[in-house]
């Protein structure tokens, strides 16, 4: 089966090269085409993330040079993370790209370049993901009392916290039963509303500010080093359970499901929540 597909494949690429020889048998053409075979290499390659704000255009190239020249392709989606995968249409020789003139939510998404060798059939990849930057910060002029940011984004737990900093915001702790539910609500309805949520379909914690990295089982809000008088655990948690860490588990997680929480390895990468405190207690709990 493999050897039939190549052949229709190269003798596509004859029959545009080299019109004049297009009543040559395909057989002949082939081992032609493939005599000289040297198998692609990509020179093009896409970043790792291309970050942008709905709007705005995305041009993102990928290259590759070969004996004959390789058809590249893309790919959006990724079936294991978004449940979505599709081929886009148009394939390319030599060089395809992935132009937007005007990045919309659907965009939002994984997608990934595919290098294929004509004469074997063999294809290398390269992922890459456009996403939306989150601009969000506690302001003076902002309307809410208070609010959280839910960001779609894997990071670890420190690089979570460093975010919510540099955003002048909080790392996220509920501290009653109703700010948690509230929580909980405001990360269900952001992972359908906020374009990047759809990477996560597949991902069901999210990152708080509490952690016991101190004092073991003395779980504390990082923002104000202080202990929580509020938790949520899961049944049997918090465990520090030690198989992926001699030290255990040190840092908290919320179910995007159930609202309960699970103290974790802050390696993992995650989505996380920000938390803008009400405009009177601001300065106080603050430095
Ligand atoms: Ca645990």
């Known amino acids: 089966m493999r050897l039939i597909l190549l052949l229709v494949q190269c003798a596509a690429v004859v029959l545009s090269q080299y019109e004049e020889v297009a009543s040559v048998p395909v057989r002949t053409e082939r081992s032609h085409i493939c005599q000289e075979h040297d198998q692609p290499v990509i020179t093009q390659r896409p970043e790792p993330v291309y970050e942008v704000d709905l709007g705005d255009p995305v041009k993102i190239t990928c290259g590759a040079s070969g004996i004959p020249m390789p058809y590249v392709y893309w790919i959006k989606g990724k079936k294991d993370m978004t449940d979505k995968e599709e081929r886009l249409p148009v394939t390319a020789v030599g060089q395809s790209v992935l132009y937007l003139a005007s990045v919309e939510k659907e965009d939002v998404d994984y997608y990934t370049c595919v290098v ?14 456009i996403t939306v930057r989150n601009r969000a910060e506690c302001t003076r002029k902002q309307s809410a009392d208070f609010f959280w940011v839910v960001v779609w984004e894997y990071k670890n737990w420190t690089d979570a916290h460093l975010f919510c900093k540099e955003h002048d915001m909080e790392f996220a702790v509920p501290r009653s ?7 909980l609500t405001k990360i269900q309805e952001s992972l359908g509303s906020d374009p990047n949520g759809k990477k996560f379909a597949h991902h069901n914690m999210v990152w708080l500010g509490v952690t016991d990295g101190v004092v073991e089982w003395g779980f504390t809000d990082i923002n104000t080093g202080r202990p929580i008088h509020y938790s949520n655990w899961l049944p049997k948690q918090p465990d520090n359970w030690k198989k992926y860490h001699k030290e255990g588990q040190d840092v908290v997680a919320m179910d995007r499901v159930s609202g309960e929480w699970d103290d ?6 995650r989505p996380f929540a920000c938390w803008c405190p009400p405009r009177r207690s601001r300065g106080n709990r603050r430095n």
Request: hydrophobic content about 25%; some cysteine; aromatic content about 12%.
């Open 264 to 269: 974790s390895y802050g390696f993992w990468k």
């Open 116 to 129: 294929e060798d004509c004469c074997t059939g063999t294809i290398q990849t390269v992922e890459t993901e």
């Open 177 to 183: 039963g109703e700010l948690n539910a509230r929580l």
